[in-house]
């Protein structure tokens, strides 16, 4: 019994990584994508990684400029992921099924987050980019868009998983839905929204590098610039010092969710 | 659950009009409010600092809504046929198979360093070290770092957008690992089953489901920066036809078309990795 079982487990594995390396090759051919060559370069891509690690005097001269960039992406990062966060939180308690005022809003509600979350954050940039132009703005909705489809989602998970029973309880008590959702649901979802939204902070400063590349803003701006220009030592600083806040954000978000969850 | 947190504590508090207290401020909700009114006041001060270059903001939500209308109602080709769109579509599927399967093999072993309970601690906290960097850099930096060495291509962005997977994926399986019951793993250490028995034969075998899906999670993410990639670094595929067609030839119906297209993918592979997590995760938090 058992071995027959193993058997066909075996059987079983080796098809699938035959398929996985059929999908693989044929992937390999229609991107052009040269296994050999990529990693013949792994090795000079690390030395020069390396040897460019050490940030110059000279670079350290940009300091303050690309401090100014930098505070203008953590704010736009956070700006758009709390409003953001705001407006999900309703169409969230449309959408749950705890909380759903009827069938056809929280059907809507999960539609309207689907398309916002799935239409990539690079096509809002560019729709933005055609009227509001070089502008913070611009970034600003490209993020809020892409974060409030996410955060609709992860919300409605949130209040699905924690507060059903609860208001059922209520309902069952005699509370009103404005009662139900201010006293139970929010209270109980808080905690968990809240991380949430941190994790949406650190990750749009990553967000906000590439929509900055494509729009002209911000600290994705500042890299391109000096990264055309081959200036490779402010490039280092540049990418160091979006690591330093990231990971600053990190563990601050850590300690937060440490205590409140 | 606050009550069942709170319970050392030994009675009630209660008021000066000797009504019971029904909140309490321990440290939990010390923090809790403190980074509320942090990013409140972060989110005001950021609003009001941005350089708006005296931008006009009702010109420019208008003309965006007229350009939204035009891009969803008119959808339209003009610089490529429909099969040339699929064709991209599938380069940036193409990118988004090889960098996930790549990124999923080296993360499965550097994982079994990485989980506490296979490894030993100094070699799980280098791995995790290292990792938060990796992740700590956004992908497009990645990618164009590496095009500084291998040229503008697939070679970078696959490299690049493997590196950025390794480093979500090794967390995930990590702890993935770490969940499963430290007794099981006693047990075959006293039977003694050598390390490689052990990660093959137990490890493995009981966290296949859940490796799947989080690899899949990964592949979705995955395709949107393809997309991305494609237009912030060249790296071809739909990406750039979608910043050709919005940049270079302001052609808001192409614009539509692509967008259409992306959209119809991204949330087929939506429904497909959400059906897997139901079927095989459970409880376990995305972050």
């Not at chain 1, 953001?84 to 759903?100: C, Q």
């Not at chain 1, 959702?181 to 809240?194: D, F, N, R, S």
């Not at chain 2, 699929?86 to 990485?114: E, K, N, P, R, W």
Request: glycine share 6%; aromatic share 12%; hydrophobic share 55%.
């Amino acid at each position: 019994m058992i071995t027959g079982e193993y058997r066909s487990n075996k059987k079983q594995l080796t098809i699938f990584l035959l398929l996985l390396i059929v999908v693989m090759l044929a992937s390999a051919s229609f991107t052009e994508f040269n296994f050999i060559y990529s990693i013949q370069t792994l090795p000079k891509a690390f030395t020069w990684i390396i040897s460019n690690l050490f940030i110059t005097e000279q670079a350290l001269e940009k300091l303050p400029s690309v401090m100014d960039k930098l505070i203008e992406t953590v704010f736009l990062s956070i700006t758009s992921t709390t409003t953001a966060g705001v407006s999900a939180l309703f169409l969230a308690l449309l959408g749950s099924e705890a909380t759903k005022v009827n069938d056809f809003f929280a059907k809507l509600s999960r539609v309207i987050a689907s398309v916002y979350r799935n239409i990539p954050i690079v096509a809002w940039a560019l729709i933005l980019l055609l009227s509001f132009g070089q502008n913070a703005l611009t970034g600003y909705f490209a993020l809020f868009l892409a974060t409030f489809g996410f955060l609709v989602r992860a919300f409605i998970e949130t209040i699905d998983e924690t507060s059903s029973g609860s208001v059922e309880a209520l309902q069952a008590s005699g509370a009103t839905y404005f009662q139900i959702v201010m006293k139970a649901v929010i209270p109980e979802c808080l905690p968990q929204m809240m991380s949430w939204i941190l994790y949406m902070i650190e990750t749009n400063i990553r967000s906000s590098t590439l929509v900055g590349i494509l729009t002209g803003t911000g600290i994705g701006f500042m890299f391109d610039l000096y990264y055309k220009n081959m200036n490779y030592e402010v490039v280092t600083l540049i990418t160091l010092s979006i690591v330093i806040v990231v990971i600053g954000i990190e563990l601050i978000s850590n300690y937060v969710r440490r205590v409140i969850l | 659950m606050t009550i069942a947190k709170d319970h050392h504590v030994p009675r009630f508090k209660q008021t000066n009009a000797g009504k019971i207290k029904i909140k309490t401020w321990g440290k939990r909700q010390v923090v809790m409010f403190t980074t509320f009114l942090a990013l409140f006041l972060l989110t005001v001060y950021g609003f009001l600092t941005f350089d708006y270059k005296g931008i006009s903001f009702v010109q420019a939500v208008t003309d965006t809504i007229y350009n939204v209308k035009v891009m969803f109602f008119q959808p339209a080709m003009s610089h490529f046929t429909f099969g040339e769109a699929l064709g991209q579509v599938g380069v940036t599927i193409g990118l988004g198979i090889l960098s996930t399967i790549i990124g999923a093999i080296i993360s499965l072993f550097l994982a079994l360093f990485a989980a506490k309970n296979l490894s030993s601690k100094t070699v799980s906290s280098a791995i995790i070290i290292v990792i938060t960097f990796i992740r700590a850099v956004p992908t497009v930096l990645w990618v164009l770092i590496f095009a500084i060495a291998a040229g503008l291509g697939s070679e970078a962005v696959i490299i690049g957008m493997t590196f950025h997977s390794i480093a979500f994926l090794v967390k995930a399986y990590s702890e993935a690992f770490e969940e499963i019951d430290e007794g099981v793993l006693e047990a075959l250490r006293a039977g003694g089953a050598n390390w490689w028995h052990i990660v093959t034969h137990a490890v493995i075998p009981s966290t296949t489901s859940s490796l799947l899906s989080w690899t899949f999670l990964r592949f979705e993410t995955n395709f949107t920066v393809a997309v991305a990639m494609g237009a912030a670094a060249g790296a071809g595929g739909i990406g750039f036809e979608l910043l050709m067609a919005s940049n270079f030839y302001f052609d808001l119906r192409e614009v539509g078309f692509i967008t259409y297209l992306i959209l119809i993918v991204a949330i087929a592979f939506e429904l497909l990795s959400t059906q897997l997590k139901k079927r095989f995760l459970s409880g376990t938090s995305m972050s």
